[in-house]
């Protein structure tokens, strides 16, 4: 185990930079603790020959965003013939378009609210769909560009044609679903536990709650029925097995419950690259489940592989 030398990919050139860069640097520490050779590759366009020259054993994907968990970087290592973490380009690419996603999860029986896809360009003053709706980035992460409408709301967004917009031309139009936020990891095709995410002072799970210290509280394991906690675990399998993941995921889902106890509930979207710091969701998940955050990581390392 100790003698694989390991390249630890983060940072890159998405969106998500600097969330890379926060889960790259514990991971590589944790990797080295537990007697790899780790090499620290901040991702550029030039990683194919970088790699080509390193040759390791195994890369450590720590990227996110674009690039990162779009089924791209996974299509240069299975080309260099490097084993590498995480879901294989299919799956990565699949995840990482939330409307192909909900399309796959759907057919599956995966409760998930009504949306449509739409281009920018073809929002005008009438709502596409009545609102409250939730506007999202087809292919963005770390709740990048998502926008509530609300009921009162006279016109859609204005943000959506101005050219301050930075997070692509498709775009996702979903129906809100009021509630809990709720989400569950998967390790090895098993559910781990189910954590409530609690924004505090933030009307959402957006960037700043997700990422800001004492943006959201983690509530491990959720306070809600058993029967709701075993579907959401139930459910978040079966997206990672017909999504085709590898290694770990974490699903999303709202749960509405202000009229019941079970209430109605809503896979949102799989994450193939989940945050990697040792107080993000995924590692809290495994660490109750009696992993340390060394052991957890050089899992993955012993479960990479290519043909993913």
């Known amino acids: 185990m100790g003698s694989k030398h ?14 890379s860069l ?31 020259d390193l040759r390791p054993d195994v890369a450590f994907n720590a990227l996110h965003g674009p690039f990162g968990e779009d089924g791209r970087i996974q299509g240069i ?31 599956a029986g995966i409760p998930v609210a009504p949306a449509r896809i739409m281009m920018r360009s073809e929002f005008t003053n009438d709502h596409p769909i009545a609102p409250p709706y939730v506007v999202k980035p087809v292919a963005e992460g770390s709740s990048f560009g998502i926008i509530i409408v609300p009921e009162d709301r006279e016109y859609p967004p204005q943000i959506l044609g101005s050219s301050e917009w930075r997070y692509g031309e498709r775009l996702m139009v979903e129906r809100y679903v009021a509630g809990r936020e709720l989400t569950c990891g998967v390790m090895d ?87 990697m710091t040792p107080t993000s969701l995924l590692p809290e998940m495994a660490i109750e489940a009696g992993h340390s955050f060394g052991s957890f990581v050089s899992w993955m390392v012993e479960d990479a592989s290519c043909m993913r």
């Open 22 to 52: 926060a889960s790259g640097k514990p991971c590589a520490d944790a990797l080295e603790a537990e007697g790899y050779r780790v090499t620290r590759v901040d991702v550029d366009r030039n990683v194919a020959s970088v790699l080509a």
């Open 6 to 19: 390991v390249a630890v990919l983060m940072g890159g050139f998405s969106s998500e930079r600097p969330v």
């Open 189 to 275: 095709g098993k559910a781990l536990g189910v954590t409530e995410i609690v924004p505090q002072g933030h009307d959402f799970y957006d960037y700043d709650a997700k990422y800001a210290e004492g943006g959201s509280k983690h509530v491990l394991p959720a306070e809600i029925s058993p029967k709701i906690y075993q579907k959401i675990q139930d459910l978040s399998v079966r997206a990672h097995e017909v999504i085709g993941c590898r290694g770990v995921s974490r699903s999303d889902f709202r749960l509405d419950d202000r009229l019941s106890e079970d209430g109605e509930l809503i896979w949102l979207e799989i994450n193939t690259q989940p945050g």
């Open 77 to 107: 290592l299975e080309y260099l013939q490097i084993p590498y973490t995480h879901s294989g380009v299919l799956a990565s690419a699949l995840a990482m378009d939330k409307g192909q996603a909900k399309i796959v999860a759907a057919s």
